[in-house]
């Protein structure tokens, strides 16, 4: 059974860095392209980042500040994030699609603020 678990989601000032973690299970985890999202109320949930084998995708609002990795031995997903702004509040998916299915992880909340 494929399981998400994100962490990592906190308060922070704008400028601030966090680093998320997505703790994965139930699937080959190095075999299969990972990515993050955020959703904020009301809106669509969007790509933020995008681990495709050993390449990478950002979206271009995150570009330069955000950076997407995975640890394969602790079966690990990252995204640090550096220089944050109030406009990155939001909350925080991480996503795989295994077998045709889609699994998400329960987010988890980034708020920027002052």
């Known amino acids: 059974q494929v399981h998400l678990m994100e962490s990592g989601g906190g308060l922070v000032q704008p400028g601030g860095s966090l680093r998320l973690s997505c703790a994965a299970s139930g699937f080959t985890f190095s075999s299969y392209h990972m990515s993050w999202y955020r959703q904020t109320p009301g809106k669509e949930r969007e790509l933020v980042a995008a681990l495709t084998g050993s390449s990478t995708n950002y979206a271009g609002s995150v570009k330069g500040r955000f950076t997407i990795s995975r640890d394969n031995a602790k079966n690990t997903l990252y995204l640090q994030m550096n220089s944050l702004k109030p406009e990155d509040t939001a909350v925080y998916y991480c996503?795989?699609?295994?077998?045709?299915?889609?699994?998400w992880g329960q987010g988890t909340q980034v708020t920027v603020s002052s």
């Open positions: 996503y795989v699609r295994v077998s045709f299915w889609d699994y």
